[in-house]
């Protein structure tokens, strides 16, 4: 989780390839008119996003169902956002990266050609909602490299799965 250009998809991925399991781009399972909402420079609601959430949440469902793991990118920069995915799987763990706004924003002009415009950060800063002491999960710097940040995330495992 986190905002976007925090480097969620890069990470979900190594994290996947990690621990063996399925990775699922959050991001490609929205809705064109969300797309193009958010490439005009428009931030997105909790009405537009609902949907999104709920095809989300049953990735995750069906996972569980399945007794697979799955790592998913999303940015639930909310609350009730993260409560609406974990509903469709109780145990899920969410890894917050988290970062210097300077730091996010030029990793965001260097991804040309992506849908979310850099001048949606502001508002997905506004909106971001840090995990809370009774959610699972683990916050991570994203000035560490790629490399440390699996270790960490590996440790995080190893230590939830003693």
């Not at 399972?29 to 095809?55: C, E, F, Q, S, Y």
């Not at 949606?120 to 790629?146: C, F, M, N, W, Y």
Request: aromatic share 4%.
């Amino acid at each position: 989780m986190g905002v976007s250009g925090c480097g969620k998809s890069e990470m979900g991925r190594r994290l996947a390839d990690a621990l063996g399991i399925a990775y699922a781009e959050g991001d490609d399972d929205h809705p064109p008119a969300n797309v193009a909402k958010m490439a005009a420079g428009t931030p997105l609601t909790d009405i537009d996003r609902r949907d999104w959430l709920l095809l989300l949440q049953s990735r995750i469902a069906a996972a569980a169902a399945r007794n697979e793991g799955l790592v998913l990118s999303c940015s639930s920069l909310k609350r009730r956002y993260r409560d609406l995915l974990r509903a469709g799987d109780p145990a899920l763990v969410f890894v917050h990266l988290h970062g210097d706004r300077a730091l996010i924003a030029q990793r965001m002009h260097q991804r040309p050609g992506h849908f979310m415009p850099p001048a949606l950060l502001e508002s997905q800063l506004r909106d971001l909602e840090p995990l809370q002491a009774d959610e699972a999960g683990i916050v991570l710097d994203i000035a560490d490299t790629p490399e440390q940040l699996i270790e960490q995330l590996m440790q995080h495992c190893r230590q939830q799965a003693d």
